[in-house]
């Protein structure tokens, strides 16, 4: 009886110890937690300190319960109560909440791989899905992008797949100019060559062009032909704006004329 | 003999400290839970103190029979009765439940990290999916949004992906104006121009602009320019309406065409 | 060898006390189920006291082999025959009808949150994914929607989502009015301005406006203007209409142009 | 070695005594199925004797192979041969098939809630997915549902949702009347209410109204007027058919105009 | 030292046993696979004797390994080498193979339900998904479906979802006719009721019908009635056509005027 | 403490031997891949010795590092060092590995499938999903599809699902005639007869027909009447280029009128 | 209680030469990933030995950390510590990062098949899924597209499904012409042939061809011809662009009247 005794106190004492053990633990994480929360970059990441700090708190509550509950089970182990139950039970609330939380760890992950592979930076002008705009702020968790319109798009980083940037390197201008098919083809290209020349003598977000590309559409009543021209970034809208004013000018002084809808109509006879 | 006797004593000794051990749980438990449904801040997310008990006597409920269970397994497992079986049936069973129960956990995790970052606010105005109006509600669970035609859009916050908050800074106000090939672009300009200065002065909800941006399209059988103007949150709809009156009137006064759809009609031969 | 028999006697007990047991256990969750299916509300949800019993049935049926299985593994292993293989096999099944039942678990737990949040309550006007009608039925695992041409949708509680509720406050009556572009806009608007005190006045159906929001748009062939008024919920159907007729009305007395599609059409040469 | 011997004989005796009680399971098993199989509903389930046989030794066959191989895994776990590399190889078919068998039990869960709750029986004229028609059979597995053209769906019931069933209660005539603009509103109400009059005093399959809901709409050149009546089942297509025909007849009657699609054309000048 | 010797070479012997099993287990069951083969029912699944023999060689070789692997863990499990890791290895491997042969194993679930509730045959038209035409073949695996056009489209079973077959029972031809708004309904309906007559004593692949539903939509510029018949399988194209032929052919008989487009056209000022 | 050492001296050999059968293995393996990738037909399907040799060098890297991790575990553990923990790490590691290459076997199994049922061959013409082209290369992995306009789709085969197959057997060409009103319908069909009569005796790539037959539209303003004849595969195309052709002469010839849109036009009041 | 010393003093001694090993595991590991990281070709994939850098750190912290909790496992595990609790936790949280690390895993394999088999290479012309451009670079995780119009499309490899890539081979031009229904066909089809070997005579761009294919269309209101013709690739838009202007300039010379849309309109009686 004094050997089981004694085995009894023997447990209790390594119960105790391991409680000594998780309680430095704790006080430890809690400690690693705040210093991380002094660090600029979490708390650029969350955009204020005070919101760090709530997000400190949670995360030091659940490591502390998490330890206390390994601790307990340890403890009823050792009394040869058989924790399999217990375990199951926590294991299957666990697996519930690991998964409800997968999409957070995707939002890390991926967010991590915008910012390492400089995939876009604040200030670039990004398509993503259907939303577009200027990226606001780039956290490991959201992309805030401000549409033209001022809307703020706010995505968790898990939704984006494939980014269009439209601010790494130049841009090309397009405008596909219309006119009938009465009109001689080789004057209409001189006339538009002159607009392209004068566009590239006088604009200096144009880096190359404009140039005309050929006849891009035989439709259904017009004759289209492109002009294209490689530009700044985000000076393409600009660049397609002049041409359009300027070629209107031009077809207005040359008199080539606009190609409205056409229909040819038979009469019928009298109903 | 004596030996097992007092084996089974001892274990059923046991049996009955676990026993109490889970009862102290169980009302333990269940006073946490009391005190944390008095906290003003859940009893705001289910909107009344009523169905916050309700809630609470459920969850009670629960605790108290999976305690009881692990107590059971426990037992028996002490009399050398294999509980694998049980386990594995309950494992099964729980595992249902989980993955039914998984869409919940993620809709408290989402709706967690929207308060958290602060992603929209009661009475901002935001578009979720195809859902657009003013947020009337904010829970852990669901965001009730209220349609400008009154609706209520009720959203489990695990729906939520892409947020686009549209009380978050200046807004755009964006006016396309169209008018016939036959006027000339430089007089149009001129009286837009005007109609933009009278706005600046006047409207005091208008923080830039407006101004014109140039011929944003040479559509069929129109020119298309487009005013745009940076606008106080939720007013752009108004600086729009104004924008719009004040052009038409303008035409009218300075006599500029309005551009109808155009047809060039060519007789054929009788059929 | 005796000691073998005393053993295998002792175990064969063992069984039969545990044979018992479950029996025991059997009829107390049968007469559980039985009071459980008395509870008025339970009958509610499933429409008939008939059709509950059917459930309690089966119910009943399943928990009975399930513990009788528990019993022969518990059994079998006494006489150290290995019950891994046959948990193996039971196991597979299990799960494959724990993933079929997965989404009635779903069913049952988004029910009970419907349920608890007061989504909606028998007898509103709901729009749930493309289903629209009056609640007809709610239960723990369908909803039952009478669409207003009289059809019937029946929603498992799993396939809801958003729920859109047209019965939570008041509703806007909206109307978009035309007119041509010929037309004074500030006498149209005084005739529609008319229009609206005379509804205010004679309309208690209608709590705030109707009033004009301006110029909405200015289209291909008309300008628009778009008349608000907010109205008691499921009324603003009947307020659109009398608005409709009203503006009608007063615009063939003040003789304010309807506005139909124009087209400018020029001969073109004979072809 | 003596002892050895003995060991090994008790341990074929075992093996023995398993397989016996197996293959007793087995012809009990069969038995089960072949009384089952004459039960009168799993034959309707399978429209024929014939069918139900076949999927009956299937069972049989699947189940006694099943058997056999949990009695050879006992009987090699006897002699310490480690088990644990068969049953994973196993486990992992048992899975693959497990998920391949998995929309079978969804199948079968389905039906068995479609039938409990009778969403709909045979007879009954149901929308499900873009699938509409009279059902024609209601099996656990699948459904069958009767096109109006006279095609055949065939349902597995894991596929079927939302169930829109239009024979429970009263269903609605809907139609929507066009008149021109011209026309004066109140006497064209006064044509309609007349034919709505003589309808409800003739028809029998009307429950209630026909009755007029005012302007639902002021279109692009036509007014339009909407006419609702309660109806019998299925019958709401007739009713709509004479409504349209004595609508035509009493337009005629009275001369009221057909509003055709309307243009105003301005002569542009020659091109 | 001994005993260690004796002890080792039982194990030898024991692993020489198993071995001498595996292999005739392995030449039993590659029998078993050459006498299925022979069986005229699976060479017809896979269409040759050829390609059924290739896949019976490449069954055989898995067995073969599989079984020498269960081999191989057993005997080094017998030496006391822990085996754990080897299966871990094994088992990531044979899941990630386990859940690529997914939907192998629900082809043929599927596969084999179709059969036994004979959903089509060789012969029938079907629709599945986008894919409509005449079942050219039927196997456990994949259905190959002939278009009118002449493709041969091949689908796995386990795409099929809902089944449409036009094989089942009576079809009906629906044919809408067209007329103006000027005709008058009755004379119309007795020119059609004289057409449906004569069909009906002529065309003997007409069960029932043709005949006359009734006004079923007033539209923008014609009456449309429809017509309806009950015809044998496959046939009601050929009477649709027929109706339309002999419809046209009596409406120009009888001067019932086709119903073209409507235009009501205004002059507006010269512009 | 001479038991002890020779049991560690023991121990140590037993790795030593473990080590050197395991490199054993490694070389063998090593050699294994060698001889297969001279084997023409796995060269082919990766269209280049060289390719291969890269695919087998990483297959025997990552074989030796997995043998060499089995040694380590199995080493560790004779030390009594549980190895559990490391056992979980590289499980998750090697599930995550798992998930991710399913696809790949998801591939081989389907391309495994194709190959044996034959569904395509070099050379055929396909439709898969939305590409459709001539099949260039079929390998295990993944299909090359060249389009009809150059470009060349590589399809991974795991995202093949429903195969159309337009090589096997005869193609039907398809063309669809369209006359007027006016026309008289029996006439028409004797002008198209003629030109099917001539096709048939001079085209030899017609297998069958070409037929009319009927009218299978009474359209909007034509009338619609479908020649369909059978041909050899691939040659649909130039048979219903020759049948437009030569109806388009023979209506020319029999002077039978083009339909065009027909509107019949009102005069308004001049507004 | 000596030996209970000793064994304690083993154990640590143990646990001290572990985590001497593990030290040096850590520091050959981390040398391992320095020289990689000098690997040209890594530095490549993540475009700047910057980055690389960064992630090799990373690398290198979860691996040391990884280590260090299996050291502690295996520590606490020798002093009879169950550590079950603490590998469940531990094992829940790596399974969540683990399947958010899944799509990661899934980039670098479809990655590695892409270069393995050469899909497309840095500066071809590409579609995937709706992104169309020049690759501009070619990474294990992402792939990067420049549009036409500017913009870079950013891909994670996973993403990956069906590559189309138009510079493997010859690309086809291909040229739709319209003429009305009174030109002669044989006369059109001369004219085109002309401008067919004059382009295939002066542009060495053309491969094969341009050819006529024949009449491709019978449409509303023209006849439709198609021209192809085999390119260089990359060069198609050019030879597309310069047939439409040969064929223009063609038509005009041999006054082949251009096809525009046709009405036949009646005169309706005055409404």
């Known amino acids: 009886m004094d050997g089981d ?4 106190l023997g447990k209790l004492l390594k119960i105790l110890i391991i409680f000594i053990i998780i309680n430095i633990l704790v006080s430890l994480v809690g400690k690693l937690i705040d210093r991380g929360l002094k660090d600029r970059k979490i708390t650029n990441i969350y955009s204020s300190t005070n919101r760090a700090n709530t997000l400190g708190q949670i995360l030091k509550k659940v490591i502390k319960y998490v330890l206390y509950f390994i601790w307990l089970i340890t403890s009823l182990e050792m009394f040869d109560i058989n924790t399999g139950s217990i375990l199951a039970t926590a294991g299957i609330g666990g697996l519930a909440i690991g998964f409800g939380a997968q999409s957070l760890v995707k939002d890390i992950i991926t967010g991590f791989f915008i910012l390492l592979e400089d995939q876009y930076a604040v200030g670039d002008h990004v398509k993503i899905d259907r ?15 401000r549409d033209f319109n001022g809307e703020l798009h ?3 980083n898990s939704t984006i797949q494939v980014v269009t940037n439209a601010t790494r390197g130049a841009m090309r201008a397009l405008v596909e100019i219309s006119f009938s098919y009465e009109e001689n083809v080789d004057r209409v290209m001189e006339v538009l ?14 880096l190359d062009g404009p140039s005309i590309l050929g006849i891009t559409n035989l439709a259904e009543y017009d004759v289209k032909v492109t002009i294209v021209a490689k530009t700044k970034p985000m000076e393409h809208w600009n660049v397609e704006r002049q041409i359009r004013k300027m070629v209107k000018e031009a077809f ?3 008199n080539i004329v606009k190609a409205y809808p056409r ?3 038979f009469g019928g006879e009298k109903q």
């Open 252 to 254: 207005e002084r040359e």
């Open 131 to 145: 939303y577009e705009g200027i990226v606001e702020e780039l956290g490991l968790r959201v992309t805030k992008i």
């Open 193 to 206: 060559e002159d607009v392209c020349n004068k566009i590239k003598d006088t604009n200096e977000n144009v």
């Open 263 to 265: 229909r040819i109509v």
């Open 5 to 8: 005794l004694n085995i009894i």
């Open 154 to 156: 706010i995505m968790p």
